[in-house]
């Protein structure tokens, strides 16, 4: 089968190639799948995951992606919950060979059924930037409605899914970003927006979550807006600064199907709208990933066999 593989740690995305690959074997209780779509997180080649396997040994030619939306074409021995010719979308693990592949073998459990209504490509950009803004948002930092939440990066893929979830479930939504972001960040629901290279960020006053997707210095300086009782939830690695009378969390997002099904029946009913920037193929996914244009939003790799 045809994928995009790296091999050099130190070249990103630039040493990404298209190769030939064996396809996958579906092991017990996972499936094969025929990747139709696939989405790509540039910030995957810095994880060591991309590189070794769980005991540390390097298991490079290794295939990146790790959200797609597929057909099921094989069952390994004991899988259930998933079969044969379904239409499914979500999440693989991060230690083996991932989606941007014609074909990915996955636990059948990191993955939901896609509805036949909903295209692979909007499938395939849900379950990482969606599950992340559901997990932040209630299970890490367990918004209540008419509560304020901080959403760095608003007009991104995670932040774009973080302010409509947000607002459905009735809190005040301060996106921030980019001057460039600002029109994009209020059209996906921010009540208001913050730009954060020319306003005052602690202009805002007081929040009662914040969801960093940044880091750094606008990591410390939002964790000294979260109110006593509050918390302050990063996607961006272990927090570095504490609100002073609440909660920091950090996380990687998981696989949940329950979850995927709540997003995309919102995709489906119009109450949540993906943000993908850019399509390309298989064969152009490297040409793709190093574009110098300035892309807010996902990238999506479609794939035909
Ligand atoms: N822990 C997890 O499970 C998890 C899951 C998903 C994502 N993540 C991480 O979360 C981060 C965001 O992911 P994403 O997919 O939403 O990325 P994205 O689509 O690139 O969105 C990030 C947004 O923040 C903006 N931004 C970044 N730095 C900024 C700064 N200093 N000032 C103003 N705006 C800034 C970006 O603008 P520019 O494009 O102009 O920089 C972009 O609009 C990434 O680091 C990713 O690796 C973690």
New binding site residues.
Partial sequence: MKAIIATDEAAGTTGMTLAERPQPQAAINDVTVEVHASGF????LSWPSTWTDRIGQRRTPSIPGHEFAGVVTALGYGTTGLSLGQRAFGLTDWYRDGTLAEYVAVEARNLAPLPGDVEFTVGASLP??GL?AW?ALFQHGRLQAGQSVLV?????????IATQLAREFGAYVIG???A??RQKSLEFGANEFV???NDTLEEIGSIDLALD????E?QKRSAGLVRPGGALV????PVEARPADGLAI????ESDRAQLGEIVQRVRDGRLRT?IDHISTLDNAVAAFNSTE?????TIIRTSV
Avoid: C
């Fill in positions: 997180v540039p910030t995957e990482i930037s992340t997990q760095h990066g608003a007009a991104g893929a995670v932040g774009s921030t970003g980019r460039a972001d730009d954060l290279a997707m940044i880091g750094g606008i990063s996607v961006v690695g950090d996380f990687v997002v943000n300035r892309r807010t939003g996902k």
